[in-house]
């Protein structure tokens, strides 16, 4: 039963030290190294450098952003289980069998260093080690199953862990936050990084992914009436690290004067290739902190169709829409700019500029990659002519409401894009920041405020009112809802949504209410096309009924696959799933 088990937990030395390809002119040059003898391969600090490349290929990306439990939430209209709460109990889950792999592979490293002649030479892939064992066990395993077992050497067919209990919750989070301390300890500040070796794991990225930890983990507690000294000590954690990348002044909100308010857009998009108006290239964007390097054209790492090409087009929500803010500073239900959904293009204006380049207007001409439909951003007849036809909304869509983030405009082929995907940006951490300092003392001020959420609002909404507690007060806002919105609105489309929705508590609540789309009756949707789709009774699109959406209290956590359970008896079941 031992050896069975332990295929899920050991790797052979020569597939732990495979590199995940990167492209030739990528700023971080992960060389794959093949078939070693591992008896002479640990002798040298490069050699520690080579295996911990390996482990960049763990992070979070476009083929795995939201394809673990993390997909499906109340602002698209993704229909799979997740979102549903119609998932159910496996007998092989790859993310969790994965997940321990990955932890060997780390802790093979973290062994090899105990006995290295020179420890202040590889004291940097220590450093790296323990923080993708930390973001292993927080992303991929406890954000999805709670507490778990915790490996923290190599196992052999006789070591305890393999037929040991699950580790608390509260045991779990504290070896990932030790684990991170550890790494920020001995990890180079991002201005000491060489320019050969940037995309690397910073002292500042160690930090905002600590702050991103400590926020969802105190926030999972204070929701479920946790012990106010522990959750409290958490939030001050997030709130002490996100502060220190803050006033680092490392990192900058992406907003080259040339794009004006469209530099959200095109940050996303943004390649070594001309993908913007303005020929700016990647090197100009000091916001990503943490990110997953792809280079145009490299055939061996590529971005999935479904993101590059597939993005353009996709399903959001109703909820989705009206989550943006008037011109005004205020919600859809009390601006004075006249909100109306008469006209399909009428809810686009006078709205936050981020609705418009996050989402695409009925009508509106569009670009992306293919031969006959991409721009050269010469402003000439020929762009025009190139475009795709005035965007139809329901073109294989389910909502009216879609997405324009991911796609590219230029033309290259499909999955060969070079846009780097972001695991940890700056504007984030503003959010993060924010939200921390509210929760703890149940209020923030307007200097952290603008400290902080207001740098992102006003990236592409210089017009727009700052929040203020003044305007929250005058205009009968709440000021948790405010926050929780700008990072719905910001950080849409990044794989944040699910893990919001359960660490504030309320999954149980917004996934159980049915998907809308446009109102269609009385609108201009109705007399332009036929063939309605579903209505409600108050005429609006039905995507998803709430019939077909049963999220319950079992489904804030996954099952554990049912063949580790029958290896190990004692490692129990998630509540529910029993």
Same mark, same amino acid.
């Given at each position: 039963?031992?050896?069975?088990?332990?295929?899920?937990?050991?790797?052979?030395?020569?597939?732990?030290?495979?590199?995940?390809?990167?492209?030739?002119?990528?700023?971080l040059?992960?060389?794959?190294?093949?078939?070693?003898?591992d008896?002479?391969?640990?002798?040298?600090?490069?050699?520690?450098?080579?295996?911990?490349?390996?482990?960049?290929?763990?992070?979070?990306?476009?083929?795995?952003?939201?394809?673990? =439990?993390?997909?499906?939430?109340?602002?698209?209209?993704?229909?799979?289980?997740?979102?549903?709460?119609?998932?159910?109990?496996?007998?092989n889950?790859?993310?969790?069998?994965?997940?321990?792999?990955?932890?060997?592979?780390?802790?093979?490293?973290?062994?090899?260093?105990?006995?290295?002649?020179?420890?202040?030479?590889?004291?940097?892939?220590?450093?790296?080690?323990?923080?993708?064992?930390?973001?292993?066990?927080f992303?991929?395993?406890?954000?999805?199953?709670?507490?778990?077992?915790?490996?923290?050497?190599?196992?052999?067919?006789?070591?305890?862990e393999?037929? @040991? @209990?699950?580790?608390?919750?509260?045991?779990?989070?504290?070896?990932?936050?030790?684990?991170?301390?550890?790494?920020?300890?001995?990890?180079?500040?991002?201005? *000491?990084?060489?320019?050969?070796?940037?995309?690397?794991?910073?002292?500042?990225?160690?930090?905002?992914?600590?702050?991103?930890?400590?926020?969802?983990?105190?926030?999972?507690?204070?929701?479920?009436?946790?012990?106010?000294?522990?959750?409290?000590?958490?939030?001050?954690?997030?709130?002490?690290?996100?502060?220190?990348?803050?006033?680092?002044?490392?990192?900058?909100?992406?907003?080259?004067?040339?794009?004006?308010?469209?530099?959200?857009?095109?940050?996303?998009?943004?390649?070594?290739?001309?993908?913007?108006?303005?020929?700016?290239?990647?090197?100009?964007?000091?916001?990503?902190?943490?990110?997953v390097?792809?280079?145009?054209?490299?055939?061996?790492?590529?971005?999935?169709?479904?993101?590059?090409?597939?993005?353009?087009?996709?399903?959001m929500?109703?909820?989705?829409?009206?989550?943006?803010?008037?011109?005004?500073?205020?919600?859809?239900?009390? *601006?004075?700019?006249?909100?109306?959904? @008469?006209?399909?293009?009428?809810?686009?204006?006078?709205?936050?500029?981020?609705?418009?380049y996050?989402?695409?207007?009925?009508?509106?001409?569009?670009?992306?990659?293919?031969t006959?439909?991409?721009?050269?951003w010469?402003?000439?007849?020929?762009?025009?002519?190139?475009?795709?036809?005035p965007?139809?909304?329901?073109?294989?869509?389910?909502?009216?409401?879609?997405?324009?983030?991911?796609?590219?405009?230029?033309?290259?082929?499909?999955?060969?894009?070079?846009?780097?995907?972001?695991?940890?940006?700056?504007?984030?951490?503003?959010?993060?920041?924010?939200?921390?300092?509210?929760?703890?003392?149940?209020?923030? =001020?307007?200097?952290?405020?603008?400290?902080s959420?207001?740098?992102?609002?006003?990236?592409?909404?210089?017009?727009?009112?700052?929040?203020?507690?003044?305007?929250?007060?005058?205009?009968?806002?709440?000021?948790?809802?405010?926050?929780?919105?700008?990072?719905?609105?910001?950080?849409?489309?990044?794989?944040?949504?699910?893990?919001?929705?359960k660490?504030?508590?309320?999954a149980?609540?917004?996934?159980?209410?049915?998907?809308?789309?446009?109102?269609?009756?009385?609108?201009?949707?109705?007399?332009?096309?036929?063939?309605?789709?579903?209505?409600?009774?108050?005429?609006?699109?039905?995507?998803?009924?709430?019939?077909?959406?049963?999220? *319950?209290?079992?489904?804030?956590?996954?099952?554990?696959?049912?063949?580790?359970?029958?290896?190990?008896?004692?490692?129990?079941?998630?509540?529910?799933?029993?």
């Amino acid at each position: 039963m031992k050896k069975q088990l332990l295929k899920y937990l050991t790797v052979l030395v020569g597939v732990m030290l495979t590199v995940a390809p990167f492209g030739c002119d990528d700023a971080l040059d992960l060389e794959p190294l093949d078939r070693v003898s591992d008896a002479t391969y640990w002798e040298d600090a490069v050699q520690f450098k080579l295996a911990a490349n390996n482990f960049y290929g763990y992070l979070r990306t476009f083929n795995n952003g939201n394809g673990d =439990g993390h997909s499906g939430t109340d602002l698209g209209a993704d229909r799979g289980s997740f979102a549903r709460g119609t998932n159910t109990v496996v007998s092989n889950d790859d993310n969790y069998n994965n997940a321990y792999r990955w932890i060997r592979n780390v802790n093979y490293l973290l062994d090899k260093a105990t006995a290295f002649k020179s420890p202040d030479a590889i004291k940097v892939y220590v450093a790296e080690a323990k923080f993708f064992r930390a973001y292993i066990y927080f992303d991929k395993l406890l954000t999805s199953y709670g507490g778990v077992i915790l490996i923290k050497d190599v196992l052999t067919t006789s070591s305890p862990e393999l037929t @040991t @209990t699950r580790s608390t919750r509260d045991e779990t989070i504290d070896f990932i936050i030790q684990d991170l301390e550890e790494a920020i300890a001995d990890l180079p500040v991002e201005s *000491t990084i060489a320019a050969a070796d940037k995309g690397r794991v910073s002292k500042q990225a160690a930090q905002a992914f600590l702050g991103r930890v400590c926020l969802y983990e105190g926030t999972w507690q204070k929701f479920r009436n946790g012990d106010v000294t522990r959750y409290n000590a958490l939030l001050d954690k997030a709130i002490s690290n996100t502060d220190a990348v803050i006033t680092s002044n490392t990192y900058a909100l992406f907003k080259p004067a040339a794009l004006g308010d469209s530099a959200l857009k095109y940050m996303f998009i943004l390649e070594n290739q001309k993908s913007n108006p303005a020929g700016i290239t990647k090197t100009a964007n000091q916001e990503y902190i943490l990110a997953v390097r792809y280079e145009s054209n490299n055939l061996l790492r590529t971005i999935p169709n479904q993101i590059s090409f597939g993005a353009l087009g996709a399903d959001m929500s109703r909820l989705m829409a009206d989550m943006y803010l008037c011109s005004d500073g205020l919600p859809i239900d009390k *601006t004075t700019t006249g909100f109306s959904r @008469t006209k399909m293009t009428s809810e686009y204006q006078n709205r936050d500029h981020r609705m418009r380049y996050y989402m695409m207007i009925p009508g509106y001409p569009y670009w992306q990659n293919a031969t006959n439909w991409h721009i050269n951003w010469d402003w000439s007849t020929a762009d025009l002519a190139n475009a795709r036809p005035p965007h139809n909304p329901w073109s294989n869509d389910i909502t009216g409401y879609n997405n324009q983030q991911w796609a590219a405009e230029r033309q290259v082929p499909n999955s060969q894009e070079g846009y780097d995907y972001p695991v940890i940006r700056l504007a984030e951490i503003y959010l993060n920041y924010a939200e921390a300092l509210y929760e703890r003392n149940g209020t923030i =001020g307007d200097a952290d405020l603008d400290k902080s959420l207001n740098l992102v609002r006003s990236r592409v909404n210089a017009a727009m009112p700052k929040l203020t507690n003044t305007f929250v007060s005058t205009n009968g806002l709440d000021m948790r809802e405010e926050i929780r919105r700008e990072r719905a609105v910001e950080l849409q489309g990044e794989g944040f949504r699910m893990d919001d929705l359960k660490r504030w508590y309320i999954a149980h609540i917004e996934l159980t209410k049915p998907v809308l789309g446009v109102r269609w009756a009385g609108t201009e949707f109705a007399t332009k096309y036929t063939n309605p789709p579903a209505l409600t009774a108050d005429g609006d699109v039905l995507a998803d009924p709430a019939s077909e959406r049963k999220f *319950t209290e079992k489904n804030y956590l996954i099952p554990i696959p049912t063949n580790q359970i029958q290896l190990n008896p004692n490692l129990a079941q998630n509540p529910g799933w029993e």
